[in-house]
């Protein structure tokens, strides 16, 4: 018999000693305390470039990319800073909050008005000029 095993005998056996059954019911109940809301982490990913300006396009190419293979990157919290300066951190991307509640995912600083995600977003704004991203 394929089930005529020592295992499943001493699973039998438990199941009987603390009173379970066979009905398929869990001996272990649902957790008393309620679970943990999810909790938002930062990854810090390092690399070099020649320059200020290059750091920040190679670090908005990263983070994109980032979150086109995992959709739990959260653009809007991406940030750049020097490697052993992490206090001196500056957003990456807009963030500026629409009417509707969505976020712009523009890069930070960016002239013209706001957008939604995706193609075709909803915009918003007045037009904002160069280095004013607020919305």
């Not at 070099?48 to 739990?72: F, H, I, N, Q």
């Not at 992490?86 to 976020?103: I, S």
């Not at 013209?112 to 915009?123: D, E, M, N, Q, V």
């Amino acid at each position: 018999m394929r089930d005529n095993t020592s295992p499943h005998w001493r699973q039998r056996r438990a199941l009987g000693a603390l009173g379970g059954s066979r009905d398929g019911r869990s001996l272990i109940g649902p957790p008393r305390r309620p679970t943990r809301p999810r909790r938002f982490f930062t990854v810090h990913l390092g690399f070099t470039a020649p320059d200020v300006a290059e750091a920040r396009e190679l670090a908005v190419a990263y983070a994109e990319a980032l979150s086109l293979l995992r959709v739990e990157v959260a653009l809007g919290a991406a940030a750049l800073s020097p490697a052993d300066a992490w206090q001196r951190a500056e957003r990456l991307f807009c963030g500026a909050v629409g009417p509707d509640g969505e976020r712009c995912v523009d890069v930070a600083g960016h002239p013209g008005f706001h957008h939604a995600p995706g193609p075709g977003g909803l915009g918003w704004g007045d037009g904002d000029g160069p280095g004013r991203a607020d919305g």
